[in-house]
Each structure stands twice: as structure tokens, then as C-alpha cells.
């Protein structure tokens, strides 16, 4: 499996998962448009704009985990269609929401299902890629997230044009998307790794001869190294409590920045002098721009390796921020080309949000941590986007963008002490415990 030739299936795996990234960041996206409309209509205070802002992202921490819980207990398949079902009830329901509490519970679940979605297909994805591929396709499903956002603000662009209802029909709009995707997903196979992790050898070599041919059997799966007990505490206390520390932060610190960006981007824009459809044009110039970037970094996290991807791009792309701060007064055309320079630079830790926590834990619990490393991300990037309103009122653009550069410098840092290599291992090289996949500077066990 980890040196099979890229097929067909692959690539429809790889398109089919990259529906959750993709709603992501559309939801995400569009509530910063949508918010130009709900705050005068339902009167917001800051704190309750924040509180809207960040509840999907309180969401996702909640969910994220679940589903990683589920999805290694449970399976992949049978989890990757119902969470999307959520979405499009939720999201249809806000149509009708008449008040902020109903606005925040809605937005709520909507991250819930987004989050649960995180480990199942990317979890799915990494355990049929080849070792050649993982790295590219596990990283675009970013890709899809910056895709979904960017179509989000030509989206809400064009409905705020409709009148004082436009915020709602923005709300709605995520349903389309997600009752496409689960239309695509459905027929996917099991894994066939967990299901003879779970002793269903007969299911995993059925699913091996479907998708690999007739000669393939479970001999075609790699063995990996034996536990007594499976259960999550359990690995982290043998030695992988020191991954998942490192993941848990470099996540955080490459999403906070950027979810803030996102959940109140024509406002920070609007700030820096950009104001009305300037703003949300910006918004989306500069999603093209992490877009760009993303798919950059995929063309070089097999050549450049994990490890110097993710330092570079936490430096430069907290020069930037750390520019924006200290000149926050300068020239529109100054403004719009530091902040596409950090969107384009950050795209080699966004993408390694994906690739990293699939690389390096072991299957029966590759869901779990894929979960938990997400949920704890979110903590911060929930707490920061419902800050952003607050700092921009009480420490000003350039106070803010000087705190966004902050947390990129820690990034870089617990990067350069932490950040492990795997470019080039089979899935479950990566996922063993060996002084060779450590992260660099720190012993085996944590």
C-alpha cells in the first residue's frame, strides 16, 4: 500500500475528503461578510459579536475530538457521511434565526459536525496514500479550506446585495455545498488498516482486492508495532505525549492569526483604511493568495521536508505580521502586499496541519489524536477570534497585528526545538517510536 502507484480511487478519496476542509472554511469565511448585516439588525455588543464569531471554532474543539473518539471505536466510513448531514440542517436553520442565543447554539453545532469530520477523512485519506503522495494529498485538503473561504466572500458579496435578509440567505447557503459532498461520499470503503487492526481480516482484504485488484491481499498491509492497551491515555504515557504536546501548539499557533483573520477580515481591513466592498474584495484577493500559498508549500513539503517548511514559514510569515503592526498607517497598496505576503508564506504550516498528526500516531488511535490535537488548536483560535473585536477597539489595528506576530514567533520556536522529519517514511515508520522521528531536542517520552 505505501508504494503503490497513485490511482484513480486515490484521487477521488482525496476530492471526496477535502468536502469538510472545503465547508470549513466557508462557514468560518462567510460570517465575517455575514456580520456587517447581524450586528446592526440584532444589535451586538463587541463580546457578543466575538461570541458569534467564535462559537463554530468552540465547535470544532468539541467535535473534533468526538469524532476522533468515534471514528477509531466505530470506524471511518460509517461517520463520513452523517456529520455532513448535520451541517445542512444547521445551516438551514439559520435562515430563520431571530436572536443571538439561537445564532450562537446553531453555529455551534455546525463547528461540532465541521470538527468531527477532521479526523474521520483525514484519517481515511492517510491510510490509503501511498507514502509518496501523503504528504501532497493530506496538505490539499487545506487547499479546499482556502477554496471554500474564497468562495465564501464571492458569495457573500453577491447576497449582501439582496437586502436586510442577505446575512441569512449567506448563513443558509452552506447547505448546497454540504448535500453535495455527502452525495459523493457515499460508497466509500472502509480502511481497510483499521479493519484488520480491529481482527476483521475477511472486510480489510475484500476492500484490499477492490481497491488495489484481485492480487492484492492483507499480506500487502504493513505490520505495526504491538501495544497491550490501545487506549489513548495509555499511548500518550509510552512516548507520544511529546508529539502530541508539539502538534497541539504548532497547531495553534499557525491557526489563531489566521481564524481571526478570517472571522473579521473586512473589519481588520476596514481598519487599516479599506472600508466597505474594498474590504471583502480585499478579503478575497487575499484568500487567493493563501491559496497560492498552500499550493506552493505542497509542491515542496517532499522536497523541502517537513521540518524546515513549517520554521521558514512561521518566520517570514511573521515578519510580515510583525510589519503590518509597526505600520499599520501606511499606503493601501503597502497594507494589501504585507498581508498577501503572510497569506502566501503561512500556507506551509497550514498544510502540515494535516500531514503531521496523520503521520505520527499509530492507527488505532490516529482519529483520537487527530481530534484532540485539533481541539486543543481551537482553544486558542476560539479564544483569539472572540478577542479580535476587543483588541481592535482597545489596542488598535497595530496593537493587534503586533499580537498576531507574537504568536507566530512561538510557533517558530517550539518548531526549531520540536518539529520532527518524515518525509520519505511509510505511514507506520513515521507513526513508531525510534530516536530518528523524535522531534528534534526534546527525549522520547514526555
Not at 94 to 121: C, H, K, N, S
Not at 323 to 344: K, N, R, S, W
Request: with cysteine.
Amino acid at each position: 500500500m505505501d508504494d503503490a502507484p497513485l490511482s484513480r480511487f486515490h484521487k477521488k478519496l482525496a476530492l471526496y475528503s477535502s468536502g469538510g476542509p472545503f465547508l470549513d472554511g466557508y462557514v468560518l469565511s462567510i460570517i465575517g461578510v455575514a456580520m456587517v448585516q447581524i450586528t446592526p439588525q440584532l444589535h451586538l455588543s463587541s463580546s457578543a459579536e466575538g461570541l458569534i464569531g467564535a462559537s463554530a471554532l468552540i465547535g470544532i474543539f468539541l467535535g473534533a475530538f468526538v469524532g476522533g473518539y468515534l471514528t477509531d471505536k466505530f470506524g471511518r466510513q460509517v461517520l463520513y457521511t452523517i456529520d455532513l448531514v448535520a451541517i445542512i440542517g444547521c445551516s438551514v436553520a439559520q435562515f430563520w434565526a431571530t436572536d443571538p442565543v439561537w445564532l450562537f447554539v446553531l453555529r455551534l453545532l455546525i463547528g461540532m459536525a465541521v470538527g468531527a469530520d477532521y479526523p474521520i477523512a483525514t484519517s481515511l485519506l492517510a491510510e490509503f496514500t501511498p507514502r509518496r503522495y501523503r504528504g501532497p494529498l493530506l496538505g490539499g485538503l487545506v487547499v479546499m479550506w482556502f477554496v471554500g473561504a474564497a468562495v465564501a466572500y464571492v458569495v457573500g458579496e453577491a447576497l449582501l446585495n439582496v437586502g436586510d435578509d442577505g446575512w441569512r440567505w449567506m448563513l443558509a447557503s452552506a447547505a448546497l455545498p454540504a448535500t453535495i459532498i455527502v452525495l459523493l461520499r457515499l460508497g466509500t470503503p472502509e480502511s481497510p488498516r483499521w479493519l484488520a487492526n480491529k481482527g476483521r481480516i475477511e472486510e480489510a482484504e475484500k476492500v484490499l482486492k477492490q481497491v488495489y485488484g484481485p492480487e492484492a491481499t492483507i499480506g500487502d498491509l504493513p505490520e505495526e508495532e504491538e501495544r497491550e492497551n490501545v487506549d489513548l491515555k495509555a499511548i500518550i504515557r509510552s512516548g507520544y505525549g511529546g508529539r502530541m504536546l508539539y502538534i497541539s501548539v504548532f497547531w495553534t499557533c499557525s491557526i489563531v492569526p489566521l481564524f481571526a483573520i478570517y472571522a473579521f477580515g473586512p473589519k481588520i481591513l476596514g481598519a487599516l483604511k479599506l472600508e466597505g466592498s474594498l474590504a471583502n474584495v480585499g478579503s478575497a484577493l487575499i484568500t487567493v493568495m493563501f491559496l497560492i500559498g498552500c499550493v506552493i508549500a505542497l509542491l515542496g513539503v517532499n522536497r523541502m521536508g517537513r521540518r524546515p517548511l513549517v520554521i521558514h514559514s512561521f518566520v517570514w510569515s511573521g515578519l510580515a505580521l510583525l510589519l503590518l503592526g509597526i505600520f499599520p498607517d501606511a499606503p493601501a497598496a503597502v497594507i494589501m502586499v504585507l498581508f498577501a505576503a503572510y497569506a502566501v508564506i503561512i500556507g506551509g504550516t497550514q498544510i502540515l496541519q494535516w500531514v503531521y498528526p496523520n503521520e505520527l500516531f499509530p492507527t488505532e488511535v490516529r482519529g483520537s489524536a487527530v481530534g484532540l490535537a485539533s481541539s486543543a488548536s481551537r482553544i486558542g483560535a476560539a479564544v483569539g477570534t472572540y478577542l479580535v473585536p476587543m483588541a481592535l477597539t482597545d489596542w488598535g489595528i497595530g496593537g493587534t497585528m503586533l499580537a498576531a506576530a507574537a504568536i507566530n514567533v512561538v510557533g517558530a520556536v517550539v518548531s526549531v526545538l520540536w518539529a520532527p522529519e518524515t518525509r520519505g517514511m511509510a505511514l507506520h515508520e513515521a507513526a513508531a517510536l525510534s530516536p530518528k522521528t523524535e522531534p528534534a531536542g526534546r527525549p522520547a517520552a514526555v
